[in-house]
C-alpha cells in the first residue's frame, strides 16, 4: 500500500516548494505515454473541427438545448445517459486500479498530459534537465530573459488555443473564430476562453506535480482500491540493496553491493520527484518513468532488467500472485454489462417522448348522452433533427373514442407540444373501477418513429 513519505509530515504541507525537473525518458513506458498524449490531444483539437450532416461532430449546443455526437442529437431529456456514462466511468477507474494501480493518473489524465506537453516545450526551448538547472541558478541575463520569455509565451498561446477550443465544444467553432476576429466576443465565451486558459497554465505551467499530490483527492483514496494482488511499481531491495557506485567491470557482489548502482536517476525522472526506493508513495503516479530508465542503466551494466518494475505486494512477499481475482472480474463484468446495456438502449433509441398525466381534478365525468368522460394532459417531445405531424390513437376499450382540439399534431424539432386530449366510452364497455388504456402516436412522414404509453381510464364502481 501508498506510504507517505519522510518529507510529508505536518511541517512539509507547508514547506517552500521546490521547482522539479523531469529528466526526459525513453522506453515502452514512455513510448506509450507520448502515444497517450498524442491521441488524447489530437482528439481533443481536432474533434470540434470535424462535420457531421451539416453541423459540428461534437457540439454541446446549450441554447438550443441540443447535443450533437456525430450521428447522434440528445437532448436534457436524454441526461440518463450520462448519468449512466459517470458511472461507468467510475467502473472503470475502479477496474484498472485495482488491476495496476494508477494507469488513469499515469496515462490518461488532462492534468498529466498537459504536463507532458508543457514539459515537451520546456525541453525544446531550454534545454534538457541540467541545462534548465543550470539556467535558473544564474542570473538574469538577455539569454535567460529571452529563453523565459519565449517559453511562457508558447505556454500562454498554448493555453489560449485550449481554452479557445474547449469553448469551441459549447459554441460553433467556426463562429467563435469569426467572433475573435472581428471583436464581437460574447462575454460568456471570453470569460471561459480565460478562465480555461489561465487553468491550462497554471496547472500544467506552474503547478504540475502540486495539482497531483496536494489538490488530487484520488492520491489520497487509491489505497482503498489497491490489494496485495494489484500491479505496483516497486523496487526490489533484496535485489538492489546495499546499493552504491562501482564500475562496470566489477561483480557486485564481490564489493558486497546490490544491483543498484545509486545513480539516482529514477529520482531524476519522477514527475512528482520522489524516491520509489523508499517504497512506493501517495505521490507515486503510476508513469513508470522509473521503470524504464533503471532498465536503461541495468542494460548498460550489464544487469538483468526489472530492478524496477510493475509487481504485486504479493510477489514481494514471495507469494503466488492472482491477477484474475473475485472483485477484478466483478469490476469487469459490471463494466461490460453497463457498456453494453447504454450502446444497446443508445442504438435502439427514439427520438419522440410521450407523457401522460391525467386530469386529478375530477377522476370522471358523465356527459349528457350518458357516456363516460377521462380527461388527459399528454405531453410531446420531438427529439428528432426535423419538425414532424403525428397521428395519435389510443386502444384497450371496445369503441372508445378520443377527441382533441387541435386538428393536427405538430411539433417542431426540439420543441415540446402540450395537448389537452379526452376519452369518451359508453358505459357497457367499462368492467371494473380503472382499466388500462394505450396511447400510440406516430410520426406521419416517418412511421418508425411510434411510441406507446399506458394510462388508466376511470370509470364508475359497478355494483
Known amino acids: 500500500m501508498p506510504t507517505i513519505s519522510p518529507d510529508d509530515n505536518a511541517s512539509g504541507f507547508y514547506a517552500k516548494h521546490k521547482k522539479v525537473y523531469p529528466r526526459e525518458v525513453h522506453g515502452v513506458f514512455a513510448t506509450g505515454r507520448v502515444l497517450g498524449v498524442l491521441v488524447l490531444l489530437g482528439g481533443y483539437y481536432l474533434v470540434p473541427w470535424l462535420w457531421w450532416d451539416g453541423h459540428q461532430a461534437v457540439l454541446f449546443d446549450l441554447p438550443a438545448r441540443k447535443f450533437y455526437i456525430f450521428g447522434l442529437i440528445f437532448w436534457p431529456q436524454d441526461f440518463i445517459y450520462l448519468a449512466a456514462l459517470l458511472i461507468i466511468a467510475a467502473f472503470a477507474l475502479f477496474f484498472f ?19 507532458e506537453a508543457f514539459l515537451w516545450i520546456e525541453r525544446k526551448v531550454e534545454g534538457d534537465r541540467n541545462k534548465q538547472i543550470k539556467l535558473d ?3 538574469l541575463t538577455r539569454y ?28 460553433p467553432i467556426l463562429s467563435l473564430g469569426q467572433e475573435i476576429i472581428h471583436y464581437s466576443l460574447g462575454p460568456w465565451e471570453t470569460f471561459w476562453i480565460i478562465f480555461y486558459s489561465f487553468a491550462t497554465y497554471g496547472n500544467a505551467g506552474w503547478m504540475r506535480e502540486q495539482v497531483c499530490i496536494y489538490m ?11 490489494d496485495k494482488d494489484t500491479l505496483i511499481i516497486s523496487y526490489d531491495k533484496l535485489r538492489g540493496e546495499p546499493r552504491g557506485a562501482r564500475k562496470k567491470s566489477v561483480a557486485p557482489r564481490t564489493v558486497a553491493l546490490g544491483d543498484c548502482v545509486d545513480c539516482t536517476l529514477c529520482v531524476q525522472v519522477c514527475p512528482t520527484g520522489i524516491d520509489i526506493r523508499d517504497g512506493l508513495q501517495y505521490q507515486c503516479i503510476g508513469c513508470a518513468a522509473c521503470v524504464d530508465v533503471c532498465n536503461e542503466v541495468m542494460g548498460k551494466m550489464g544487469y538483468a532488467r526489472q530492478l524496477i518494475k510493475y509487481t504485486t505486494q504479493n510477489a514481494i512477499d514471495g507469494i503466488a500472485t492472482h491477477l484474475v481475482r473475485p472483485r477484478v472480474v466483478i469490476y469487469f463484468m459490471l463494466l461490460v454489462g453497463l457498456s453494453s446495456a447504454l450502446i444497446y438502449s443508445i442504438s435502439t433509441r427514439i427520438p419522440l417522448k410521450l407523457d401522460i398525466l391525467r386530469d386529478r381534478n375530477v377522476l370522471y365525468r358523465l356527459t349528457a348522452d350518458g357516456y363516460i368522460e377521462n380527461s388527459y394532459t399528454l405531453k410531446i417531445i420531438n427529439m428528432d433533427q426535423v419538425d414532424h405531424r403525428y397521428d395519435l390513437s389510443v386502444t384497450g376499450l371496445a369503441e372508445i373514442k378520443l377527441h382533441h382540439h387541435d386538428k393536427e399534431i405538430q411539433v417542431p424539432s426540439g420543441e415540446a407540444l402540450v395537448l389537452p386530449v379526452q376519452l369518451v366510452v359508453d358505459p357497457g364497455h367499462l368492467h371494473g ?31
Open 433 to 463: 373501477l380503472s382499466q388500462p388504456v394505450v396511447f400510440t402516436l406516430v410520426a406521419q412522414d416517418k412511421p418508425q418513429l411510434t411510441v406507446s404509453e399506458k394510462g388508466a381510464f376511470i370509470g364508475p364502481l359497478r355494483r
Open 144 to 171: 535567460k530573459f529571452s529563453r523565459k520569455a519565449l517559453k511562457h509565451g508558447i505556454w500562454l498561446g498554448f493555453s489560449l488555443w485550449t481554452g479557445f477550443t474547449f469553448v469551441g465544444y459549447f459554441t
Open 97 to 115: 486500479t485495482a488491476l495496476a494501480g494508477r494507469l488513469w493518473c499515469g496515462y490518461a489524465c488532462p492534468q498529466t498530459v498537459w504536463t
Open 216 to 226: 488530487c483527492p484520488y492520491a489520497r483514496f487509491q489505497s482503498a482500491m489497491f
Open 137 to 139: 541558478k544564474g542570473i
